[in-house]
């Protein structure tokens, strides 16, 4: 059973529509704590204004959406020319190491598996800077700056994906600034859940490139929409290579509608973490075995300290029809570390509670 299921998530959590087909259920039935997404649901008048639009499907979209990219460089206070809209941040994570003129790929793991891949295709040698579990994954800027050289991309996920951890975003550009020979693709996907400011807000070197994400902040991942921010003289050359229409018009109204209307939901959102995620992790590490990673963002990364694998933790949980991350494929972990992602109260104790009884104890 467990080869079957695994290779339904493959090498990325969320695959509900795949594990419903699976598991013979429909997709309400099953809980997914394993995406990462919102835990509020699609923002308010996002569906209403998607519905009202729908009969823009009819013509072709903006060629480079340029509404967008104006209201994006518009809220960031970054020029326009700095910015481009694409079809998710995986195309630009696909895109970038065929376009920058780097020898090899240093990536800061465990983290998004998509980057080995990128690097691999693009044909970059590989190399990883592994965070260590006995300093609970914190990024140590010494050595780090040890194993640059100069002539690489560095790939570095803020707040880590699965960690959690995030680095303030001023050192993070003191870091890059002091690096002036290496390039950097910071991924910012999750950085709306934490509050820290965005890199796309500070003067860009010219040696970031950096990711912003609307998949997982609003829960819209199937609309596939985020934002490549680059100093001037670095974007125009990548986007001298990219083809028209590289975003739907859903995805365009979707955008332009967040951007416009978005902010008072993303704080609410962070609001929800900040007063549900204390709990759930001080019930999370209460129970017998597991060992929680100290984090900040909208997910949990779990050790498992006795005999259970987070494989065989998986598979118990998929029987109850919750869905949850087994990490044992993420570099740098091994088969006991899991991660879950917080929902709304109802499932975050439906999680708790199932994971209680699978290890035996009352949640």
């Known amino acids: 059973m467990e080869a079957g299921l695994l290779s339904a998530q493959g090498a990325h959590g969320g695959d509900i529509l795949s594990m419903a087909k699976r598991l013979g259920c429909a997709l309400s039935d099953l809980i997914d704590l394993s995406s990462n997404l919102t835990p509020l649901g699609m923002p308010p008048g996002l569906r209403e204004e ?16 340029e509404t967008l990219v104006h209201l994006f460089a518009g809220k960031y206070s970054c020029s326009p020319q700095q910015v481009l809209a694409g079809n998710g941040t995986t195309e630009f994570i ?8 780097c020898r090899r790929a240093l990536i800061v793991a465990p983290t998004y598996g998509d980057y080995q891949t990128a690097s691999e295709w693009a044909g970059l040698a590989v190399d990883f800077f592994t965070l260590k579990a006995d300093e609970d994954f914190a990024l140590d800027f010494n050595r780090l700056s040890a194993r640059l050289s100069g002539g690489e991309l560095v790939f570095l996920c803020n707040p880590n994906n699965p960690t959690g951890r995030v680095v303030p975003s001023r050192e993070l550009l003191d870091f890059i600034l002091a690096h002036p020979a290496s390039e950097f693709l910071i991924d910012e996907s999750y950085l709306p859940f934490v509050g820290e400011p965005s890199l796309a807000g500070f003067p860009l070197p010219a040696n970031l490139f950096l990711l912003c994400s609307s998949s997982k902040i609003y829960g819209i991942p199937g609309l596939r929409l985020g934002f490549l921010v680059a100093a001037e003289e670095k974007m125009a050359r990548f986007a001298a290579r990219r083809k028209p229409w590289g975003v739907n018009r859903m995805a365009q109204v979707a955008g332009e509608y967040l951007l416009t209307h978005g902010d008072a939901y993303v704080q609410s959102v962070r609001d929800f973490i900040g007063q549900t995620r204390p709990g759930f992790v001080a019930r999370l590490a209460a129970l017998p075995g597991v060992e929680v990673m100290p984090g900040a963002a909208n997910f949990i990364l779990c050790r498992l300290t006795g005999t259970m694998t987070a494989p065989r933790l998986r598979e118990a949980m998929l029987r109850q029809r919750i869905m949850i991350r087994d990490c044992s494929n993420f570099t740098g972990l091994d088969g006991h570390y899991f991660r879950v992602s917080l929902q709304d109260g109802d499932r975050n104790e439906q999680c708790l509670a199932a994971l209680a009884g699978i290890l035996g104890v009352r949640p």
Do not use: H
């Open 94 to 101: 696909y895109a970038l190491p065929e376009s920058v003129q």
């Open 50 to 65: 998607l519905s009202e639009r729908l009969s823009e499907i009819s013509f072709l979209p903006e060629s480079g959406s």
